[in-house]
């Protein structure tokens, strides 16, 4: 017994015509014939009894319409509880932190998500740039935020903040800036955990939020994620009239930045 054949007997009840009952299914009178044919020769029973004037439901027919009835309600349930939890944000995600939290808006976030998806758990996991990359890509982490550009192809970047946020923030939210020597700069470039701008190309500090390109139509990470740009999009431009750098200087410096404890940035000239 399928589906499609339940829904023809019921509709021929109800209309008592088989063109009727093909209309209204958007299908042909000769396929709800058949439907009925194959129900009446498969339990052995005499749905309609064909008459000029249509189609006659029998005793045994009555019967079993409400039991048919019952099936299509059932289903109508079933779908309509389907389609529920597919638009239920309920769930647990785990988000990637490479900066002050309250530079990151994670405060806001929460409550924002505390206040609309109740039922989303979220973690916050202390981290960096280098390692919330690592994570995202093996899985480890759900969403994650990271300075700089990358070419990843395995994973998707928002951008959330421009250069001109992101510059101050490594020395305002708790990021340490320093002066490494080109060699001390390189051992550490590749591990992705600091920043090193060389003196001479702008700097490309932006910030991105990161997850996975596998989970772009995950339904809590979708969620997340659109939490995250719609507060960072409210709140960026009172970010971009703060400014906490000082005037440019003369000459070149080589600063790297590295979460950890604030301290002092310390320039040192470069031969010209």
Known sequence: MELYQIKSFVMVAQTGNLTRAAEKLNTTPPSVSNH??????????????????GMKITSQGKLLEQKARAILDAVGQFSRAANCLEQTVKGFL?????????YLKIPLILNHLFQQYPDLRLEIIPSNTG???KGVEQGAIDCGYAFGIHDHP???FCDLARD?????????QG?????????????FADTGKIFIWNGHDPIQSRLFL??????TNDLLVKTLASVIRDIWAATAESF????????????PMKISCNRGTPSKPRIKNQKR
């Open 154 to 156: 395995k994973l998707e």
């Open 164 to 172: 001109d946020i992101t510059k101050t923030a490594f020395i305002n």
């Open 210 to 215: 990161v997850y996975s390109k596998q989970r």
């Open 175 to 187: 990021i340490g800036v320093t002066v490494l020597e080109k060699k001390e700069a390189a051992a």
């Open 240 to 251: 971009h009239h703060r400014s906490y750098l000082s005037k440019p200087r003369p000459f």
């Open 94 to 102: 785990n988000l990637g932190i490479n900066a002050d939290s309250g």
């Open 36 to 53: 009925i044919k194959q129900l009446e020769e498969k339990y052995k029973v005499s749905l309609f009894t064909r008459t000029p004037r």
């Open 131 to 133: 390692d919330v990359l």
